[in-house]
């Protein structure tokens, strides 16, 4: 059973960064896609990022630059560094897990709880 655990989240000001966990069990990563997704009261989910073994993709909107995503296979665990937030950023980030690649939330198999991003100004 595929399992997918966020952690990291908080709460920053304008500016400030967060780097957020995505730790997934019950198989190895390196055989598996793991994105990235938010979503902000009254807004739809949108996607972030997501890893794979040799790639990584961005919505460019959303991330600006900003963003960074990076996986330790070792750990079976995958990172969002988030530098440069701004209070648009706030969040509840979501991690989701398959084994196909894809930016809709519907390609996503396996999703943590997620971890709430509050950014003040």
């Known amino acids: 059973q595929v399992q997918v655990v966020e952690s990291g989240g908080g709460m920053v000001q304008a500016g400030g960064s967060l780097r957020l966990s995505c730790t997934v069990s019950?198989?190895?990563?390196?055989?598996?896609?793991v994105g990235w997704f938010r979503q902000a009261p009254g807004k739809e989910r949108e996607f972030v990022a997501h890893?794979?073994?040799?790639?990584?993709?961005y919505d460019r909107k959303v991330v600006k630059g900003r963003f960074t995503i990076s996986r330790d296979n070792a750990k079976n665990t995958v990172y969002l560094q988030m530098n440069s937030l701004e209070p648009e950023d706030t969040a509840v980030y979501v991690c989701?897990?398959?084994?196909?690649?894809?930016?809709?939330?519907?390609?996503?198999?396996?999703w943590g709880q997620g971890t709430q991003v509050t950014v003040s100004s």
């Open positions: 989701a897990a398959d084994f196909d690649t894809g930016r809709s939330p519907t390609q996503y198999k396996y």
């Open positions: 019950g198989v190895s990563l390196s055989s598996i896609v």
């Open positions: 890893s794979m073994l040799i790639s990584t993709t």
